[in-house]
Protein backbone atom coordinates (compact mmCIF):
# COMPACT_ATOMS: atom_id res chain seq x y z
CA UNK A 1 0.00 0.00 0.00
CA UNK A 2 2.80 2.43 0.64
CA UNK A 3 2.78 6.09 0.85
CA UNK A 4 -0.68 6.14 -0.44
CA UNK A 5 -2.40 4.70 2.95
CA UNK A 6 -0.08 6.70 4.65
CA UNK A 7 -1.82 10.07 3.43
CA UNK A 8 -5.33 8.44 4.56
CA UNK A 9 -4.34 7.39 8.13
CA UNK A 10 -1.90 10.14 10.11
CA UNK A 11 -1.52 9.50 13.78
CA UNK A 12 -0.40 12.80 15.48
CA UNK A 13 1.15 13.25 18.59
CA UNK A 14 0.78 17.07 20.69
CA UNK A 15 3.73 17.86 22.35
CA UNK A 16 3.34 21.65 23.95
CA UNK A 17 6.64 23.41 24.69
CA UNK A 18 5.86 25.96 26.57
CA UNK A 19 2.22 27.26 25.20
CA UNK A 20 -0.64 29.76 27.04
CA UNK A 21 -2.72 26.45 26.36
CA UNK A 22 -5.11 28.88 22.98
CA UNK A 23 -3.29 26.61 20.83
CA UNK A 24 -3.98 23.12 22.47
CA UNK A 25 -7.60 23.87 22.69
CA UNK A 26 -7.73 23.99 19.48
CA UNK A 27 -6.38 20.89 18.51
CA UNK A 28 -8.59 19.52 21.06
CA UNK A 29 -11.39 21.33 19.12
CA UNK A 30 -10.05 19.47 15.83
CA UNK A 31 -11.20 16.23 17.51
CA UNK A 32 -14.92 17.23 18.33
CA UNK A 33 -18.04 15.82 16.16
CA UNK A 34 -17.90 19.66 14.77
CA UNK A 35 -14.54 19.15 13.42
CA UNK A 36 -14.13 15.26 13.24
CA UNK A 37 -10.55 14.67 12.18
CA UNK A 38 -10.98 11.04 12.35
CA UNK A 39 -12.85 11.50 9.24
CA UNK A 40 -9.48 11.94 7.62
CA UNK A 41 -7.76 8.94 9.32
CA UNK A 42 -6.03 11.52 12.05
CA UNK A 43 -5.69 10.15 14.92
CA UNK A 44 -4.27 11.49 18.27
CA UNK A 45 -2.27 9.66 19.95
CA UNK A 46 -0.38 9.05 23.42
CA UNK A 47 3.41 8.35 22.55
CA UNK A 48 5.58 9.86 19.63
CA UNK A 49 6.61 5.84 19.21
CA UNK A 50 3.01 5.61 17.44
CA UNK A 51 2.95 9.05 15.47
CA UNK A 52 3.37 10.52 11.76
CA UNK A 53 3.06 13.66 12.98
CA UNK A 54 4.39 15.85 15.89
CA UNK A 55 2.37 19.32 16.67
CA UNK A 56 4.19 21.66 18.28
CA UNK A 57 2.75 24.89 20.22
CA UNK A 58 4.53 27.34 21.94
CA UNK A 59 7.78 29.37 22.40
CA UNK A 60 10.25 26.39 22.98
CA UNK A 61 11.42 27.43 26.50
CA UNK A 62 14.92 26.54 27.90
CA UNK A 63 14.00 22.94 29.53
CA UNK A 64 11.53 22.29 27.04
CA UNK A 65 14.54 21.94 24.17
CA UNK A 66 15.70 18.98 25.29
CA UNK A 67 12.41 17.44 24.92
CA UNK A 68 11.57 18.41 22.17
CA UNK A 69 14.89 17.00 20.47
CA UNK A 70 14.39 13.58 21.67
CA UNK A 71 10.62 13.51 21.28
CA UNK A 72 11.02 14.30 17.67
CA UNK A 73 14.71 11.34 17.75
CA UNK A 74 11.61 8.87 19.33
CA UNK A 75 9.10 9.21 16.90
CA UNK A 76 10.02 6.74 13.64
CA UNK A 77 10.42 7.42 10.29
CA UNK A 78 9.36 8.98 8.11
CA UNK A 79 7.68 11.99 10.30
CA UNK A 80 7.00 15.56 9.94
CA UNK A 81 6.43 18.21 12.25
CA UNK A 82 4.01 21.16 12.44
CA UNK A 83 4.39 23.77 13.80
CA UNK A 84 0.62 25.51 15.24
CA UNK A 85 0.66 29.31 16.12
CA UNK A 86 2.72 32.19 16.23
CA UNK A 87 4.55 31.79 19.30
CA UNK A 88 6.14 28.08 17.50
CA UNK A 89 6.79 29.74 14.03
CA UNK A 90 8.51 33.16 15.21
CA UNK A 91 8.54 33.04 19.29
CA UNK A 92 5.37 35.54 18.83
CA UNK A 93 5.87 38.10 21.98
CA UNK A 94 8.05 36.36 24.04
CA UNK A 95 10.41 36.83 21.12
CA UNK A 96 13.54 38.47 24.06
CA UNK A 97 12.41 36.33 26.70
CA UNK A 98 15.63 35.19 28.58
CA UNK A 99 13.94 31.87 28.85
CA UNK A 100 13.10 30.85 25.38
CA UNK A 101 14.97 29.29 23.31
CA UNK A 102 13.18 28.82 20.24
CA UNK A 103 11.15 29.03 17.46
CA UNK A 104 10.65 25.75 17.11
CA UNK A 105 12.73 25.57 13.49
CA UNK A 106 16.00 26.62 15.76
CA UNK A 107 15.92 22.98 17.64
CA UNK A 108 13.82 20.48 14.96
CA UNK A 109 13.27 20.75 10.98
CA UNK A 110 9.86 21.98 10.76
CA UNK A 111 7.68 20.93 7.62
CA UNK A 112 4.80 23.67 8.32
CA UNK A 113 3.64 26.45 9.97
CA UNK A 114 -0.10 27.09 10.98
CA UNK A 115 0.00 30.76 12.05
CA UNK A 116 -2.36 32.11 13.91
CA UNK A 117 -3.32 33.44 17.96
CA UNK A 118 -4.99 30.52 17.96
CA UNK A 119 -5.43 29.11 14.45
CA UNK A 120 -8.48 27.70 13.84
CA UNK A 121 -9.34 24.01 13.87
CA UNK A 122 -9.62 24.36 10.08
CA UNK A 123 -6.22 25.58 9.48
CA UNK A 124 -4.06 23.10 11.90
CA UNK A 125 -6.02 20.30 9.57
CA UNK A 126 -4.78 22.37 6.73
CA UNK A 127 -1.33 21.98 8.04
CA UNK A 128 -1.16 18.67 8.82
CA UNK A 129 -1.88 17.75 5.40
CA UNK A 130 0.30 19.81 3.84
CA UNK A 131 2.98 18.43 5.92
CA UNK A 132 2.35 15.20 4.72
CA UNK A 133 2.40 16.07 1.23
CA UNK A 134 5.87 17.13 1.95
CA UNK A 135 6.57 13.94 3.16
CA UNK A 136 5.25 12.31 0.07
CA UNK A 137 7.58 14.60 -2.15
CA UNK A 138 10.90 13.68 -0.13
CA UNK A 139 9.90 10.21 -0.84
CA UNK A 140 9.55 10.33 -4.24
CA UNK A 141 12.90 12.37 -4.33
CA UNK A 142 14.61 9.44 -2.59
CA UNK A 143 13.50 7.34 -5.35
CA UNK A 144 14.51 9.30 -8.24
CA UNK B 1 -8.62 -35.85 5.50
CA UNK B 2 -5.73 -35.01 4.05
CA UNK B 3 -3.37 -32.49 5.35
CA UNK B 4 -3.41 -29.88 2.50
CA UNK B 5 -6.88 -29.80 2.32
CA UNK B 6 -6.49 -28.73 5.84
CA UNK B 7 -3.93 -26.53 5.44
CA UNK B 8 -5.92 -24.95 2.68
CA UNK B 9 -8.44 -24.50 4.96
CA UNK B 10 -6.97 -23.01 7.88
CA UNK B 11 -5.36 -20.60 5.15
CA UNK B 12 -8.67 -19.95 4.59
CA UNK B 13 -9.96 -19.58 8.36
CA UNK B 14 -6.92 -17.45 8.89
CA UNK B 15 -6.56 -14.95 5.96
CA UNK B 16 -10.93 -14.39 6.20
CA UNK B 17 -10.57 -14.29 9.89
CA UNK B 18 -7.83 -11.21 9.65
CA UNK B 19 -9.83 -9.22 6.98
CA UNK B 20 -13.17 -9.68 9.09
CA UNK B 21 -11.13 -8.51 12.23
CA UNK B 22 -10.47 -5.61 10.19
CA UNK B 23 -13.94 -4.71 8.56
CA UNK B 24 -15.42 -5.36 12.22
CA UNK B 25 -13.07 -3.00 13.70
CA UNK B 26 -14.27 -0.16 10.73
CA UNK B 27 -17.66 -0.98 11.46
CA UNK B 28 -16.78 -0.30 15.27
CA UNK B 29 -15.17 2.81 14.61
CA UNK B 30 -17.61 4.14 12.43
CA UNK B 31 -20.57 3.42 14.45
CA UNK B 32 -19.15 4.90 17.52
CA UNK B 33 -18.86 7.69 15.22
CA UNK B 34 -21.81 7.92 14.31
CA UNK B 35 -22.97 7.60 18.35
CA UNK B 36 -21.10 10.63 19.07
CA UNK B 37 -22.73 12.42 15.98
CA UNK B 38 -19.33 12.73 14.28
CA UNK B 39 -19.08 11.20 10.32
CA UNK B 40 -16.08 9.08 11.38
CA UNK B 41 -13.81 7.34 9.10
CA UNK B 42 -14.21 5.03 6.35
CA UNK B 43 -14.69 1.67 6.98
CA UNK B 44 -11.53 0.56 5.14
CA UNK B 45 -9.81 2.83 7.79
CA UNK B 46 -8.01 -0.19 9.70
CA UNK B 47 -6.33 -1.72 6.74
CA UNK B 48 -5.13 2.06 6.01
CA UNK B 49 -3.70 1.95 9.58
CA UNK B 50 -2.24 -0.96 8.84
CA UNK B 51 -0.79 0.31 5.44
CA UNK B 52 0.52 2.25 7.21
CA UNK B 53 2.57 1.09 10.38
CA UNK B 54 3.81 -1.06 8.06
CA UNK B 55 5.71 1.47 5.97
CA UNK B 56 6.84 3.00 9.06
CA UNK B 57 10.51 2.14 11.10
CA UNK B 58 10.19 -0.40 13.90
CA UNK B 59 12.09 1.09 16.86
CA UNK B 60 13.47 -1.15 19.31
CA UNK B 61 14.31 0.89 22.44
CA UNK B 62 18.33 0.40 23.42
CA UNK B 63 17.04 -0.36 27.09
CA UNK B 64 14.74 -3.03 25.62
CA UNK B 65 15.33 -6.87 26.02
CA UNK B 66 15.48 -6.83 22.84
CA UNK B 67 15.25 -10.83 21.59
CA UNK B 68 11.59 -10.24 24.12
CA UNK B 69 10.29 -7.16 22.57
CA UNK B 70 10.77 -8.30 18.92
CA UNK B 71 8.87 -12.22 19.68
CA UNK B 72 5.89 -10.90 21.92
CA UNK B 73 3.81 -9.43 18.68
CA UNK B 74 4.42 -12.50 16.97
CA UNK B 75 3.31 -14.35 19.91
CA UNK B 76 0.23 -12.23 20.42
CA UNK B 77 -0.87 -12.68 16.68
CA UNK B 78 0.11 -16.64 16.13
CA UNK B 79 -2.07 -17.32 19.55
CA UNK B 80 -5.07 -15.40 18.88
CA UNK B 81 -5.36 -16.15 14.89
CA UNK B 82 -5.22 -19.90 16.22
CA UNK B 83 -8.42 -19.21 18.40
CA UNK B 84 -9.87 -18.68 14.80
CA UNK B 85 -8.97 -22.50 14.26
CA UNK B 86 -10.36 -24.06 17.20
CA UNK B 87 -13.66 -22.28 17.07
CA UNK B 88 -16.53 -23.53 14.99
CA UNK B 89 -17.91 -21.20 12.09
CA UNK B 90 -21.48 -21.59 11.77
CA UNK B 91 -22.32 -24.91 9.90
CA UNK B 92 -18.64 -25.26 9.65
CA UNK B 93 -16.70 -27.66 12.31
CA UNK B 94 -13.60 -26.25 13.52
CA UNK B 95 -10.57 -26.76 11.64
CA UNK B 96 -8.63 -28.33 14.43
CA UNK B 97 -12.06 -30.02 15.80
CA UNK B 98 -11.28 -33.27 17.92
CA UNK B 99 -7.61 -31.88 18.58
CA UNK B 100 -8.23 -29.26 21.30
CA UNK B 101 -11.42 -28.02 23.15
CA UNK B 102 -12.90 -25.05 25.35
CA UNK B 103 -10.40 -25.18 27.97
CA UNK B 104 -7.32 -24.69 25.14
CA UNK B 105 -9.74 -21.71 23.40
CA UNK B 106 -9.35 -20.05 27.04
CA UNK B 107 -5.58 -20.24 27.45
CA UNK B 108 -5.39 -19.60 24.11
CA UNK B 109 -7.44 -16.30 24.45
CA UNK B 110 -5.46 -15.52 27.72
CA UNK B 111 -2.03 -15.66 25.70
CA UNK B 112 -2.26 -12.24 23.68
CA UNK B 113 -2.55 -10.46 26.85
CA UNK B 114 0.18 -12.08 28.03
CA UNK B 115 2.69 -11.81 25.59
CA UNK B 116 1.32 -7.78 25.73
CA UNK B 117 2.46 -7.89 29.16
CA UNK B 118 5.64 -9.54 28.85
CA UNK B 119 6.28 -7.09 25.54
CA UNK B 120 5.62 -4.22 28.17
CA UNK B 121 8.00 -5.23 30.53
CA UNK B 122 10.49 -6.54 27.99
CA UNK B 123 9.97 -2.41 26.18
CA UNK B 124 12.18 -1.05 29.48
CA UNK B 125 9.90 1.86 29.61
CA UNK B 126 8.21 2.71 32.65
CA UNK B 127 5.04 3.83 31.40
CA UNK B 128 4.70 -0.03 29.70
CA UNK B 129 5.75 -1.50 33.04
CA UNK B 130 2.92 0.53 34.73
CA UNK B 131 0.51 -1.29 31.83
CA UNK B 132 2.43 -4.45 31.95
CA UNK B 133 1.36 -4.70 35.51
CA UNK B 134 -1.92 -3.45 35.22
CA UNK B 135 -2.70 -6.34 32.54
CA UNK B 136 -1.33 -8.88 34.58
CA UNK B 137 -4.26 -7.54 37.49
CA UNK B 138 -6.85 -7.43 34.68
CA UNK B 139 -6.23 -10.98 33.86
CA UNK B 140 -6.37 -12.54 36.92
CA UNK B 141 -9.33 -10.60 37.88
CA UNK B 142 -11.91 -11.73 34.90
CA UNK B 143 -10.45 -14.82 34.01
CA UNK B 144 -12.36 -16.43 37.11
CA UNK B 145 -15.71 -15.27 35.96
CA UNK B 146 -15.19 -15.73 32.24
CA UNK B 147 -13.88 -19.74 33.26
CA UNK B 148 -17.12 -20.02 35.55
CA UNK B 149 -19.43 -19.20 33.01
CA UNK B 150 -17.54 -21.90 30.23
CA UNK B 151 -17.75 -24.30 32.88
CA UNK B 152 -20.88 -23.63 33.61
CA UNK B 153 -22.70 -24.19 30.56
CA UNK B 154 -20.12 -27.46 29.57
CA UNK B 155 -20.84 -29.06 32.96
CA UNK B 156 -24.73 -28.79 32.25
CA UNK B 157 -24.50 -30.07 28.70
CA UNK B 158 -21.96 -33.12 30.14
CA UNK B 159 -25.18 -33.99 32.61
CA UNK B 160 -27.50 -33.95 29.74
CA UNK B 161 -25.11 -36.59 27.71
CA UNK B 162 -23.85 -34.06 24.88
CA UNK B 163 -21.05 -35.73 23.52
CA UNK B 164 -17.60 -35.25 24.76
CA UNK B 165 -17.01 -32.79 27.65
CA UNK B 166 -15.76 -29.34 27.26
CA UNK B 167 -16.27 -29.77 22.72
CA UNK B 168 -16.99 -26.60 21.51
CA UNK B 169 -18.52 -28.87 18.83
CA UNK B 170 -20.79 -30.48 21.08
CA UNK B 171 -21.59 -27.45 22.05
CA UNK B 172 -22.57 -26.06 19.15
CA UNK B 173 -24.46 -28.93 18.04
CA UNK B 174 -26.60 -28.72 20.70
CA UNK B 175 -28.27 -24.85 21.99
CA UNK B 176 -29.03 -25.64 25.75
CA UNK B 177 -31.80 -23.29 26.33
CA UNK B 178 -34.22 -25.70 24.99
CA UNK B 179 -33.11 -28.72 27.18
CA UNK B 180 -32.99 -27.14 30.84
CA UNK B 181 -35.86 -26.30 32.91
CA UNK B 182 -36.71 -22.39 33.76
CA UNK B 183 -34.10 -22.29 36.20
CA UNK B 184 -31.67 -23.53 34.13
CA UNK B 185 -32.70 -21.04 31.42
CA UNK B 186 -32.08 -18.07 34.65
CA UNK B 187 -28.62 -19.53 35.16
CA UNK B 188 -28.00 -19.81 31.97
CA UNK B 189 -29.27 -16.12 31.03
CA UNK B 190 -26.65 -15.18 34.09
CA UNK B 191 -23.83 -16.47 32.42
CA UNK B 192 -24.52 -14.92 29.30
CA UNK B 193 -24.58 -11.73 30.91
CA UNK B 194 -21.73 -12.21 32.62
CA UNK B 195 -19.83 -13.52 29.57
CA UNK B 196 -20.84 -10.02 27.71
CA UNK B 197 -19.31 -8.31 30.49
CA UNK B 198 -15.79 -10.17 30.86
CA UNK B 199 -15.99 -8.99 26.72
CA UNK B 200 -14.45 -5.93 27.04
CA UNK B 201 -12.10 -6.71 29.63
CA UNK B 202 -10.99 -9.62 27.97
CA UNK B 203 -10.24 -7.13 24.73
CA UNK B 204 -8.91 -4.44 27.12
CA UNK B 205 -11.76 -1.88 25.34
CA UNK B 206 -13.07 0.86 27.27
CA UNK B 207 -14.25 0.84 30.49
CA UNK B 208 -11.20 -1.84 30.65
CA UNK B 209 -8.45 0.02 28.46
CA UNK B 210 -7.06 0.51 31.79
CA UNK B 211 -3.55 -1.16 30.53
CA UNK B 212 -3.54 0.93 27.64
CA UNK B 213 -5.21 4.31 28.92
CA UNK B 214 -3.85 6.89 26.12
CA UNK B 215 -4.28 10.32 28.37
CA UNK B 216 -3.08 8.45 31.38
CA UNK B 217 -0.03 6.37 30.96
CA UNK B 218 0.13 7.39 26.79
CA UNK B 219 -0.63 4.09 25.89
CA UNK B 220 0.84 1.91 28.72
CA UNK B 221 1.94 -1.39 27.03
CA UNK B 222 1.99 -0.23 23.77
CA UNK B 223 3.87 3.09 24.47
CA UNK B 224 7.20 1.85 22.63
CA UNK B 225 5.90 -0.23 20.25
CA UNK B 226 5.71 0.85 16.54
CA UNK B 227 5.81 0.51 13.04
CA UNK B 228 5.57 -3.73 12.12
CA UNK B 229 5.11 -4.54 16.08
CA UNK B 230 2.50 -2.30 16.45
CA UNK B 231 0.73 -3.76 13.33
CA UNK B 232 1.14 -7.03 14.36
CA UNK B 233 -0.22 -6.17 17.54
CA UNK B 234 -2.89 -4.58 15.60
CA UNK B 235 -4.10 -7.80 14.01
CA UNK B 236 -4.11 -9.76 17.22
CA UNK B 237 -6.39 -7.18 18.70
CA UNK B 238 -8.78 -7.28 15.20
CA UNK B 239 -8.43 -11.49 15.29
CA UNK B 240 -8.83 -11.24 19.48
CA UNK B 241 -12.00 -9.76 19.06
CA UNK B 242 -13.45 -11.81 16.36
CA UNK B 243 -12.56 -14.90 18.60
CA UNK B 244 -14.05 -13.49 21.81
CA UNK B 245 -17.30 -12.60 20.10
CA UNK B 246 -17.28 -15.97 18.33
CA UNK B 247 -16.69 -18.04 21.60
CA UNK B 248 -19.65 -16.17 23.05
CA UNK B 249 -21.99 -17.27 20.02
CA UNK B 250 -20.33 -20.80 20.11
CA UNK B 251 -21.17 -20.84 23.59
CA UNK B 252 -24.77 -19.50 24.24
CA UNK B 253 -26.68 -19.02 20.45
CA UNK B 254 -25.24 -21.33 18.39
CA UNK B 255 -28.70 -21.31 16.03
CA UNK B 256 -28.97 -21.38 12.32
CA UNK B 257 -31.72 -20.04 10.24
CA UNK B 258 -31.29 -22.32 7.37
CA UNK B 259 -33.98 -24.53 8.64
CA UNK B 260 -36.44 -21.95 9.26
CA UNK B 261 -35.98 -20.75 5.70
CA UNK B 262 -36.41 -24.26 4.03
CA UNK B 263 -33.07 -24.36 2.31
CA UNK B 264 -30.74 -27.06 2.55
CA UNK B 265 -27.01 -27.81 0.80
CA UNK B 266 -24.66 -25.22 -0.30
CA UNK B 267 -27.45 -22.44 0.10
CA UNK B 268 -27.96 -23.60 3.87
CA UNK B 269 -24.37 -23.51 4.62
CA UNK B 270 -23.76 -19.57 2.98
CA UNK B 271 -27.08 -18.69 4.90
CA UNK B 272 -26.07 -19.86 7.97
CA UNK B 273 -22.42 -18.99 8.02
CA UNK B 274 -23.70 -15.17 6.86
CA UNK B 275 -26.00 -15.38 10.53
CA UNK B 276 -23.27 -16.63 12.52
CA UNK B 277 -21.25 -13.54 11.28
CA UNK B 278 -24.14 -10.89 11.91
CA UNK B 279 -24.75 -12.86 15.39
CA UNK B 280 -20.44 -12.01 16.19
CA UNK B 281 -21.34 -8.65 14.86
CA UNK B 282 -24.78 -8.20 17.01
CA UNK B 283 -22.32 -9.28 20.30
CA UNK B 284 -19.17 -6.85 19.27
CA UNK B 285 -21.65 -4.03 18.84
CA UNK B 286 -23.65 -4.41 22.32
CA UNK B 287 -20.83 -5.86 24.25
CA UNK B 288 -17.78 -3.24 22.48
CA UNK B 289 -19.14 -0.58 20.64
CA UNK B 290 -22.11 0.64 22.80
CA UNK B 291 -20.30 0.11 26.02
CA UNK B 292 -17.04 1.72 24.94
CA UNK B 293 -19.19 5.17 24.27
CA UNK B 294 -21.46 5.13 26.86
CA UNK B 295 -18.32 4.83 29.55
CA UNK B 296 -15.38 6.23 30.80
CA UNK B 297 -12.37 4.41 31.99
CA UNK B 298 -12.63 2.30 35.31
CA UNK B 299 -9.96 2.26 37.77
CA UNK B 300 -7.79 -0.65 38.20
CA UNK B 301 -8.68 -1.61 41.53
CA UNK B 302 -12.31 -0.95 40.96
CA UNK B 303 -12.21 -3.86 37.89
CA UNK B 304 -10.41 -6.09 40.14
CA UNK B 305 -12.71 -5.85 42.69
CA UNK B 306 -15.79 -5.97 40.69
CA UNK B 307 -14.76 -8.86 38.78
CA UNK B 308 -13.52 -10.86 42.19
CA UNK B 309 -16.96 -10.03 44.55
CA UNK B 310 -19.60 -9.02 42.56
CA UNK B 311 -19.30 -10.24 38.94
CA UNK B 312 -18.05 -13.67 40.65
CA UNK B 313 -20.74 -13.81 42.61
CA UNK B 314 -23.33 -13.61 40.08
CA UNK B 315 -21.66 -15.25 38.01
CA UNK B 316 -21.52 -18.57 40.70
CA UNK B 317 -25.03 -17.85 41.29
CA UNK B 318 -25.76 -18.56 37.95
CA UNK B 319 -23.86 -22.08 38.13
CA UNK B 320 -25.62 -22.76 41.68
CA UNK B 321 -29.07 -21.86 39.45
CA UNK B 322 -28.07 -24.85 37.23
CA UNK B 323 -27.12 -27.37 39.93
CA UNK B 324 -30.62 -26.53 41.37
CA UNK B 325 -31.68 -27.23 37.85
CA UNK B 326 -30.01 -30.80 37.11
CA UNK B 327 -31.44 -32.11 41.06
CA UNK B 328 -34.65 -30.82 39.57
CA UNK B 329 -34.30 -31.79 35.99
CA UNK B 330 -32.52 -35.07 36.82
Redesign the interface.
Known sequence: ???S??K????VFHIATGSCNGCDIEIVAALT?RY?V????IKL???P??A?VLLVTGPVTRPMAERLKRVYE?T???KAVVVVGGCGATSGVFYDSYNVVGPVDAIVPVAAYVPGCPPRPEAIIHGVVTAVAKIEAAAAGEKR | MSALHLLWQGAAVVVGGGILGLVYKGFDRKLAARMQSRIGPPLRQPFLDVGKLLVKESVVPKDAVGWLFRAMPFLAVVASFTVLLYLPWGPFPAILSGHGDAILVLYLLAVPALAMALGGFASGSPLATVGAQREIVMLMSYEFPLAVAVVGVVWRLATLGGGPAFSLAAIAAVPLWTQVGPLGVIGLAILAACLLIVTPAELSKIPFDIPEAETEIAGGLMVEYSGTYLALFYLADAAKTIAMAALVVTLFAPYGIAGLLGLSGAGAQAVDLAFHLVKIFAVMFTAVTTVRVAMARLKVDQVARGFWLQITAVAVAGLVLLVLDRMVMG
Open positions: MGLSFRALWPDERFGVGSRHDQPDP
